[in-house]
């Protein structure tokens, strides 16, 4: 696992992920009314795996939360993570995806 190997060697990386609580489950439960049983679990704690090797994880739920979380984790001379959990269902503006079509039906 990387983050295992940027902790073990105390690398300065920082990971960020942009967690929209598994988009292709949203679809399939508030779209095509569906499950799989292959799907991610929505809402996965991603930064709680960095304390194990040495790292530093933060959860952000809202924008303004990021700054501060980046300036805590590079203040803390590890290795890091950020979680960003985002609304996967936030009406911004119209998403186009090759594997979705017009109608909001998954392609495959």
Not at 23 to 44: E, L, M, S, Y
Request: proline share 6%.
């Amino acid at each position: 696992m990387d983050i295992e190997t940027a902790c073990r060697f105390k690398l300065p990386v920082v990971f960020m992920i942009y967690q929209n609580s598994n988009i292709d489950k949203w679809v399939r439960t508030w779209v095509d009314h569906a499950d799989n049983p292959n799907d991610f679990i929505p809402g996965i704690r991603y930064e709680k795996m960095m304390e194990p090797f040495g790292g530093h994880g933060e959860y952000v739920t809202r924008l303004e939360e990021i700054r501060p979380a980046l300036e805590r984790s590079f203040n803390s001379g590890k290795a890091l993570l950020i979680n960003v959990a985002m609304d996967p269902g936030a009406a911004r503006r119209p998403q186009e995806f090759g594997w979705l079509d017009r109608q909001g039906k998954m392609k495959y």
